[in-house]
């Protein structure tokens, strides 16, 4: 496979998305911090650099959390025993989990309840029987509010499968002993790292409406198939062995799947969407787009590789 370094466009991947309810989102959260025993971080396991903002680690430096690695089985299980392993190095509490999986309830709530059972026990020794209150965060689109909901088996978060559908902080009652903060993804005010911004897109953290689709999908191919040629060749047989400019997969996987408009143009707008929609669902590949040993490389090298 050769491949030059550049789309067939001069664009650039300069994402500055901090509209008006992540302001707010923001200010929720320092806000209602003092409300809460514990912070559960959940981040989509393809990729937890790029989900980690920055910004948590200030608003929540002085309460315990945890970090659940969600939609793990999206990646691979080499990857997640490897994030794992760095986060505990980092020591930090980190466990990996199927938020839309039947035994998620069950351990999801283990977890909390062990993070905070030196808290309940300082309020049992003075004889009270307190209520633990988590609130759990993160990125946009991660799977929060599947989580909150499957904990407290019904629907009383809104879900939804792109970002921003939960605006408010929403308190989800799941035991008499347990209440949950489901609260609105937060992204940082620039995501002046490329690759991280790439990945963030690539999981639907980042509204489609503001980004190039065709570039997001196209770059995604590439980077597939750096990782996992077989799986991505396999879905979209007939990619270009190979090609110039990643604008070319598209154009394979429009041959792959009939879209072509009259005049034998091809509907990459199409295949962008495709190729965006079954990446999210797992229906392309397993595995990650960051490994704990690409973390340096990553963060000293801000610019994309298009």
């Not at 003075?126 to 799977?143: E, S």
Request: overall charge positive.
């Amino acid at each position: 496979m050769t491949e030059s370094n550049s789309i067939n466009t001069d664009t650039r991947i300069n994402i500055n998305w901090y509209p008006g309810h992540m302001a707010k989102a923001r200010r929720m959260l320092e806000e209602n911090i003092k409300l809460v025993d514990i912070v559960v971080e959940i981040v989509d396991a393809r990729c937890p650099l790029a989900c980690r903002n920055p910004d948590f680690e200030s608003l929540f430096k002085n309460k315990i959390r945890i970090v659940i690695m969600n939609k793990s089985d999206l990646s691979s299980s080499e990857n997640n025993k490897a994030w794992l392993r760095y986060f505990k190095l980092q020591g930090i509490t980190a466990f990996e989990l199927v938020s839309t999986a039947a035994s998620a309830r069950k351990i999801a709530v283990s977890l909390i309840e062990n993070a905070g059972r030196d808290t309940i026990k300082k309020y049992l020794d003075k004889g009270i029987r307190k209520v633990l209150r988590a609130m759990v965060i993160g990125v946009p689109n991660v799977g929060k509010s599947t989580l909150i909901n499957r904990i407290a088996g019904a629907s009383r978060a809104q879900v939804g499968d792109r970002p921003g559908v939960t605006r408010s902080k929403q308190w989800v009652k799941v035991s008499d002993y347990l209440e949950l903060m489901d609260t609105p993804g937060l992204l940082w005010g620039k995501l002046e790292n490329e690759t991280l911004a790439m990945h963030l897109a690539y999981i639907g953290s980042i509204r489609d409406d503001v980004l190039d689709v065709e570039l997001i999908a196209s770059m995604l191919l590439k980077d597939l198939l750096l990782r996992c040629p077989e799986q991505v060749r396999s879905r979209y047989k007939k990619l270009p062995e190979e090609f110039n400019t990643s604008y070319e997969l598209l154009e394979g996987v429009c041959r792959s799947r009939g879209f072509v408009l009259s005049g034998g143009v091809f509907d990459t707008e199409r295949a962008s969407r495709i190729v965006l929609d079954e990446y999210r669902a797992g229906k392309i590949a397993f595995t990650a787009l960051e490994t704990p040993d690409e973390i340096e490389s990553i963060l000293n090298k801000p610019n994309y590789d298009k």
